[in-house]
């Protein structure tokens, strides 16, 4: 799995703060990913990033393991529209450097924690080493986003908050219409989350969003909460 492939690429020897972080988020639930999933990713961030103090560190990972699971969802819900239907080739959505997390007006303005200032610039550095990993074809130059190329977004753990969860309205509608009701909570916390100002660094994540993925396709007749168990052969 590409995913994966990027992880395994990633240099830094396992440390003893490994074992303290597999602990830590091995023990939290994760709908759309298996248990392997979460203790190889885990294991490879955190010996990549043990450099860092374990508050940046584990929001990263946390983070990243969040990504992940929406990741699974727009790949089985969303992505084909974007490839297949944009209405706004061939920029789409990436129109512009959304990857940045923070812009100057955004510091002066918002007054970010440290912390959250610290993932903004941990995430700059993490989207370029995943970018140049995955990206199988050249940028598309100085026009919208620096990372999206002909063959899509290479960018799969380490999006911007506002990359990872926006909707465009055309998304937005397909949902509903393969859905139904089952997709308002879901498209909800997704446009939550792509308007807020980000202030701490749980704001970079929406709480309660993939568990309404789940329910979306839950509610298409899968069974709830078990529909994310039968994806983590997936994930």
């Not at 955190?46 to 929001?59: E, K, P």
């Not at 080739?89 to 007006?105: A, E, I, K």
């Not at 130059?141 to 960018?155: H, K, M």
């Not at 993925?213 to 994930?235: C, I, K, P, S």
Request: aromatic share 6%; with cysteine.
């Amino acid at each position: 799995m590409p995913i994966d492939g990027w992880l395994d690429a990633l240099p830094g020897p396992e440390t003893g703060g490994v074992d303290h972080d597999v602990t830590l988020f091995a023990g939290r639930g994760y709908p759309l990913l298996s248990q392997r999933t979460v203790r190889r990713q885990v294991t490879r961030l955190s010996a990549h990033l043990g450099a860092m103090d374990d508050g940046l560190r584990r929001a990263l990972i946390g983070y990243s393991l969040y990504t992940r699971q929406l990741d699974v969802v727009q790949g089985r819900a969303t992505k084909h529209i974007c490839r297949d239907g944009c209405e706004r080739p061939p920029l789409g959505c990436c129109n512009r450097s959304h990857n940045v997390v923070f812009s100057l007006s955004d510091i002066m303005m918002q007054q970010p924690s440290g912390l959250a200032l610290r993932m903004g610039d941990a995430l700059a550095r993490l989207q370029a080493d995943e970018g140049a990993h995955h990206a199988k074809g050249a940028a598309m130059g100085e026009r919208g986003c620096p990372y999206l190329t002909a063959t899509g977004c290479p960018l799969r753990l380490f999006k911007s908050p506002l990359c990872v969860h926006y909707l465009c309205g055309t998304v937005a509608d397909a949902l509903d219409v393969a859905h139904g009701d089952g997709a308002a909570p879901f498209v909800a916390g997704m446009r939550r989350a792509a308007s807020r100002q980000i202030e701490r660094s749980t704001d970079f994540m929406e709480p309660g969003l993939i568990e309404a993925a789940v329910e979306m396709f839950g509610a298409d007749g899968g069974a709830g909460t078990g529909y994310g168990n039968a994806w983590q052969g997936h994930a």
